[in-house]
């Protein structure tokens, strides 16, 4: 059965330094999401994206992120200055039109 | 405000007995669905309710849903152990296009 894969599964940056998480979501699908849970916490929405665009975004997603589909394969999230409060698991998700959602395994960042 | 709130936060029972989870959300919705996510790893999707169903059923899930009181509820029969995980709603709201948004969840604790 086809996965969304992401890549790497656990990153530790320095505070102030760029991170660049990386899917590859399911080849046919149409919408492509970043989400992340904080230890112990909820899922929380950052944003989604269908077309070549951002179609929505949550209040956590401020200018210190932003995403990029590359190519035909690739889902990019990038934190351009990493706090400390960015320490989660990010997990990316894809779907085809009408469909429920399919995850990836997350990677988990931490800042120090 | 917050969509999809779930209740218990945390249930412990013993193999062979059923386990219900509940979930509030406050605005309207197109439809509602449940996740499972085992520890540190990605949410996979279990069911999806539409707004105009009333229960739904999927091998040992069953799910219902009460759009006049805003409600689901997720009844696990016969659990195993092997349902130890933690469990939550998720909603799109009528007015929020692709933000599907969780709820803090249910762990569910399965004893063998």
């Known amino acids: 059965e086809p996965e969304v894969t992401q890549t790497p599964s656990h990153q530790v940056t320095q505070m102030g330094q760029e991170v660049i998480l990386r899917c590859v979501p399911i080849?046919?699908?149409?919408?492509f999401y970043w989400y992340r849970q904080i230890l112990g916490q909820k899922v929380e929405f950052l944003v989604s994206?269908?077309?070549?665009?951002?179609?929505?975004k949550s209040e956590i997603f401020d200018d210190q992120f932003s995403v990029e589909r590359p190519d035909g394969s690739n889902f990019t999230l990038k934190i351009r200055s990493t706090k400390l409060e960015d320490s989660a698991m990010y997990f990316c998700?894809?779907?085809?039109?009408?469909?429920?959602?399919?995850f990836g395994n997350g990677t988990r960042l931490t800042v120090t | 405000s917050q969509q999809g709130e779930e209740d218990p936060q945390a249930l412990s029972i013993q193999e062979g007995e059923n386990a219900t989870m509940n979930c509030s959300y406050k605005?309207?919705?197109?439809?509602l669905q449940w996740y499972r996510q085992n520890s540190g790893r990605g949410l996979v999707h279990l069911i999806l309710?539409?707004?105009?169903?009333r229960e739904k059923h999927s091998g040992r899930l069953r799910v219902t849903l009460d759009t006049s009181k805003k409600s689901s509820s997720l009844l696990i029969t016969a659990s195993r152990a092997a349902d130890t995980a933690s469990y939550f709603c998720?909603?799109?709201?009528?007015?929020?296009?692709?933000?599907?948004?969780f709820g803090g969840g249910t762990r569910l604790m399965v004893k063998p």
């Open positions: 998700a894809s779907r085809l039109q009408n469909s429920p959602l399919h």
């Open positions: 080849s046919n699908h149409l919408y």
């Open positions: 994206f269908y077309n070549n665009e951002i179609s929505e």
């Open positions: 605005t309207s919705i197109n439809n």
């Open positions: 309710i539409r707004s105009n169903e």
């Open positions: 998720a909603t799109v709201p009528n007015n929020a296009g692709n933000m599907l948004t």
